[in-house]
């Protein structure tokens, strides 16, 4: 076992054992600091394939920004409202038929996707390309995502102001 | 470079490995120790103080006899705290801080990683940073400790805003994120620093001085704002909130806090040196080079790297002994209002004068 | 627009202001004082620990009466006719045996009060501050110069002295009981 598959297997098996606990466990707050594990791990992965810069925007994005959101909303209410911060199995028949649809299409997708074998290079950086695509190619949608994402910024800031 | 080194030395990648990843906790050790002991003497002769003086010359010893007692201290978990998250946080926090380390560039010849991204590396690992304090806050299951959690993320959330755009200014002039390559770029004399414009040809150079300048000091505050030294303590102010979310912890725990800290101010001074100050460069060429001794370089570049940023360090203390601390209206203030627009206007002005 | 700038201005010229005073502060030698090694000149009236020149001390119980917390503690044993006390410095003849002089220093507090009213100014403040003990008995100074013997035996001389007076006075007393209607008569 190389130090690769050492490192992979480590974060797969951190990755699957804490999103094991993120559905399992009843405490809200354990379940998001389970998804920081969970976010962490697939961030290792990412970077096992050579997707650099999607590990460091996932960890960016989803560590730094949504779950420090979540983290800060259950806190917050926590102790305002009486609400029990517990979660509870509520509609199984209707989750599980969603969660068989969706698991389904997964592994379609798992078993037809031709998965390419070849031993892991020195991973190269995936910065300059995805760079020059967005600034090239892909640059009219770049701007509109920003410009969307402004739109949502002054609406939360005129939402939040008080009249 | 230094992995090679030891993966030929020790024959096994994985050993090697741990051990380039062990170097920056030793590096962290010895330096929270002479951070800790100048803390006190830089605070002491601020205020006409001798501050410790008995232990070992001027008190050297002082950081080890203290760290010989934390270790004796008993661990005491409050009653009706989350145990385990309570366990959690304080490893959490120091990840955060070490994992910042392995991008950091001591020298030519030791990176931890050199990674393209290093830059964008550093704040995402803050991030982990961030979540352990909220850890901190939450599983402590005490409201001084809530309040400096949740204070502490937010004020961290908000400064890295002001960082990332200055991020972009430093990425527009230099062209990457890599923090060895941009080591490289500001080689020569002081004069390539980034700081006085780096090396960009002809008028531009003299056009983007007091721009980076700008730059430079908006990068330098947010960071003190980011690893929450006075003036910006909010979250540990000790007047209103104890200790803030540190407040249940001693023993081992609180040191790992205390380790954090320190570290977190080592990462951010050296962000600040190897964007702006030019990195591990020394300023005015290498005695190795003089004497035609190329192992020496490496060992310079340690040198000077460790210099800037213990000096940055200094600085960070000096201005915790000069300031008071800022309330927090003051600091969002500060934040949103001041250095957000400097900085965007920087940026484009930044972008506007690399684009003619 | 222009307030906005100033604030700025303001912000970071102060700041720098308040570094550069700091920093000048840093070479200020300190004021602190090495306690153990150094020790700061002690006023002249200063009042610490008590202390008895017991060749000076007549026994004559004016300090301890005058304490208010009582730590002065007096006990004298007469000298019978023939001892030899010597004289205080300044001239006065001791005529008492001082067999126990103790003072609680840990009940003192410091008021001087019993060094006013000595006679022979023996009892006076030394410039000792620094006698903490880990014994509260330790603090109890003991300022006698008999040995023990010495007043054991000082005792059986006054003793015997007093047995002797009260055998005198026995026999003087004999006769004059033995006629009691005499006595008015001899006024
Ligand atoms: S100083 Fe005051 S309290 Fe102390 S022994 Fe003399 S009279 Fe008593
Ligand atoms: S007043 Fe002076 S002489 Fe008299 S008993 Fe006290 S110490 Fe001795």
């Known amino acids: 076992m190389n130090l690769y598959d050492f490192i992979f297997y480590f974060f797969a098996a951190l990755t699957i054992v804490s999103a094991f606990f993120v559905v399992t466990t009843k405490n809200i707050i354990y379940a998001a600091f389970n998804l920081l594990l969970t976010f962490f791990g697939v961030a290792g992965i990412y970077v096992l394939l050579g997707a650099d810069f999607l590990a460091i925007v996932q960890l960016i994005i989803y560590v730094g920004g949504i779950l420090i959101l979540m983290l800060f909303g259950v806190m917050l209410t926590n102790k305002i409202t009486n609400v029990q911060i517990k979660t509870e199995a509520s509609f199984v028949i209707p989750a599980s038929i969603g969660v068989g649809l969706f698991a389904g299409v997964l592994i379609a997708i798992l078993l037809k996707t031709e998965w390419r074998n070849s031993p892991a290079d020195i991973p190269i950086s995936t910065l300059v390309p995805i760079g020059k695509l967005l600034m090239e190619e892909w640059a009219f949608v770049f701007i509109l995502l920003g410009v969307l994402l402004l739109i949502a910024l002054i609406g939360a800031a005129s939402i939040a102001r008080k009249e | 470079m230094i992995f090679e080194f030891f993966a030929d030395l020790l024959g096994s990648q994985i050993l090697s490995a741990i051990i380039i990843a062990a170097l920056p906790l030793v590096f962290i050790i010895l330096y929270v120790l002479l951070a800790n002991w100048l803390e006190r003497k830089v605070s002491a002769h601020m205020q006409d103080r001798l501050g410790p003086m008995r232990v070992g010359w001027h008190g050297w010893l002082q950081p080890i006899a203290d760290m010989i007692k934390i270790l004796q201290k008993e661990d005491i978990v409050a009653k009706d705290a989350d145990r385990k998250l309570f366990s959690a946080a304080p490893v959490l926090v120091f990840v955060g801080c070490y994992a910042a380390f392995a991008a950091i560039p001591f020298s030519s010849a030791f990176v931890g990683a050199d990674l393209e991204l290093g830059l964008l590396y550093i704040l995402a690992v803050s991030s982990i940073v961030v979540a352990g304090i909220l850890m901190a806050g939450w599983a402590s299951n005490n409201k001084y400790a809530l309040i400096g959690a949740v204070r502490s993320a937010a004020q961290i959330i908000s400064y890295e805003i002001p960082t990332v755009f200055i991020i972009l200014c430093i990425i527009i002039v230099s062209g990457t994120l890599n923090l060895t390559t941009l080591s490289e770029q500001q080689s020569g004399t002081f004069l390539n620093w980034y700081i006085l414009g780096g090396d960009v040809e002809g008028w531009k150079k003299f056009a983007l001085i007091p721009f980076m300048f700008i730059g430079f000091i908006v990068m330098y505050i947010s960071s003190v704002a980011e690893s929450n030294r006075t003036p910006f303590d909010l979250p540990e102010a000790e007047s209103e909130l104890v200790a803030g979310y540190h407040t249940e912890y001693s023993g081992m725990k609180f040191a790992m806090y205390l380790f954090a800290e320190y570290a977190n101010m080592f990462v951010v001074s050296a962000l600040v040196v190897a964007m702006f100050l030019g990195g591990y460069q020394s300023p005015f060429g290498y005695v190795g080079d003089l004497i035609n001794v190329p192992w020496l370089i490496p060992i310079e570049q340690f040198f000077w790297f460790t210099v800037k940023g213990l000096f940055f360090v200094f600085v960070q203390m000096w201005l915790r002994w000069t300031l008071p601390r800022l309330r927090v209206d003051q600091l969002m203030a500060l934040c949103w209002k001041y250095l957000i627009p400097i900085a965007f206007v920087n940026l484009l002005i930044i972008s506007f004068l690399m684009i003619l | ?187």
């Open chain 3, 1 to 187: 627009m222009q307030e906005y700038f100033r604030n700025i201005w303001q912000g970071l010229s102060t700041v720098l202001t308040g570094m550069k005073i700091t920093f000048k502060h840093l070479f200020v030698p300190a004021v602190t004082i090495q306690y153990p090694d150094v020790k700061v000149p002690l006023p002249e009236r200063v009042r610490n620990r008590l202390y008895v020149n017991m060749d000076d001390c007549i026994g004559c119980d004016q300090c301890a009466r005058v304490c208010p917390v009582n730590c002065i503690t007096i006990e004298t044993v007469k000298s019978v006719p023939g001892e030899d006390l010597g004289k205080t410095s300044n001239g006065k003849k001791k005529a008492l045996w001082v067999t126990q002089f103790e003072i609680d220093i840990a009940k003192c507090c410091y008021c001087q009060l019993c060094v006013f009213p000595c006679p022979t100014e023996c009892i006076y403040m030394t410039d000792v501050y620094e006698f903490s003990e880990l014994e509260r008995e330790n603090l109890n100074f003991n300022f006698v110069t008999l040995s023990k013997e010495e007043i054991l035996q000082k005792k059986e001389n006054y003793a015997k002295l007093e047995a002797e007076k009260a055998a005198q006075k026995a026999a003087a007393a004999k006769p004059a009981v033995a006629n009691p209607e005499q006595k008015p008569t001899d006024n």
